[in-house]
C-alpha cells in the first residue's frame, strides 16, 4: 500500500520568509494530492489539492507543487507570518479503495515574529 | 452549515467499560469516515461508510471496535471493553463524492483516554 513519508522534525522559520514543506510517498503515483492544516486540539482542515497533470497550484500566500517522477510534493507559504503556524499534513487516495485518504504524519511550522 | 460535529469532545473511563462517539456529518455529504490519531501513528483510518453503508473496516483495530451509520445524519463508534491503548483522539469527517476531490471536513475530534 501507499506510503507517505514527512519531515519528523519541527520546521522553525522566521516571519516573513517562505516556508517549505516536504511530502514524499512511495509506490503507484496518486491522481491528486491534498494538504491540510492541523492546529493542536482541532482537526484538520482541507487546504487545496493538485491532480497528477498539474505542475504547480496557487492560493493566496499558499503554493503547492507535485512530480510524480520524483513521486515529491512541495508546500510553500510565502510571506509566512506567525498565524501560519500549524501542523502540514499531506493526503493521498489509497490505491484500492479510491473512496478513502491515507495522511501523513505531518509536518510542524513554528514561524517567529 | 455547522460543520461536523463530534461529541463528546473528552472522555475518561476505566478499562472495560464501553465507550461511545457520536458524529453528526455535514448534511448533504454521502461519505462519513472515522480516524483515530496517536502520536505514533498519526492519523489512521478506521472504517468509512457510502450513504450510510460500511464500505471498508480494514482499519477495525479489534472486535471491541464496532461502528454504525443508521441514517444519513448520524454514526457512532463504538468500543466495548475499552483498553488504555485505545487512547487517543477520535476524528469524524465527511465529504462529498469519497474520492475527496473537494476535502474531508473534519470534526474537532474526541479525546479518549482509558485508565
Known amino acids: 500500500s501507499q506510503k507517505i513519508e514527512q519531515n519528523s522534525e519541527a520546521l522553525n522559520i522566521q516571519e516573513g520568509k517562505t516556508a517549505t514543506l516536504t511530502c514524499n510517498y512511495t509506490n503507484y503515483s496518486p491522481a491528486y494530492l491534498q494538504w491540510y492544516r492541523q492546529d493542536p486540539g482541532r482537526g484538520p482542515v482541507f487546504l487545496l489539492l493538485i491532480r497528477e497533470n498539474e505542475k504547480e497550484k496557487r492560493k493566496e500566500r499558499l503554493k503547492v507543487t507535485f512530480d510524480t517522477t520524483l513521486k515529491q510534493s512541495l508546500f510553500h507559504i510565502t510571506a509566512s507570518q506567525p498565524a501560519d503556524s500549524a501542523t502540514y499534513l499531506c493526503a493521498l487516495p489509497d490505491h484500492n479503495q479510491g473512496g478513502k ?7 510542524e511550522l513554528s514561524v517567529k515574529p | 452549515d455547522a460543520g461536523v460535529i463530534q461529541s463528546p469532545r473528552h472522555e475518561v473511563t476505566e478499562m472495560g467499560q464501553e465507550v461511545t462517539l457520536r458524529c453528526k456529518p455535514i448534511s448533504g455529504h454521502d461519505y462519513l469516515f472515522w480516524y483515530r490519531q496517536t502520536m505514533m501513528r498519526g492519523l489512521e483510518l478506521l472504517i468509512y461508510f457510502n450513504n450510510n453503508v460500511p464500505i471498508d473496516d480494514s482499519g477495525m483495530p479489534e472486535d471491541r471496535f464496532s461502528a454504525k451509520m443508521p441514517n444519513a445524519s448520524f454514526s457512532t463508534l463504538k468500543i466495548q471493553p475499552s483498553e488504555p491503548r485505545d487512547s487517543a483522539v477520535y476524528f469524524c469527517a465527511s465529504s462529498l463524492r469519497g474520492q475527496g476531490i473537494e476535502g474531508y471536513t473534519f ?5 479518549l483516554t482509558v485508565v
Not at chain 1, 485518504?101 to 509536518?107: K, R
Not at chain 2, 470534526?107 to 479525546?111: A, E, H
Open chain 1, 101 to 107: 485518504l491515507i495522511f501523513g504524519q505531518g509536518t
Open chain 2, 107 to 111: 470534526g474537532s475530534g474526541t479525546r
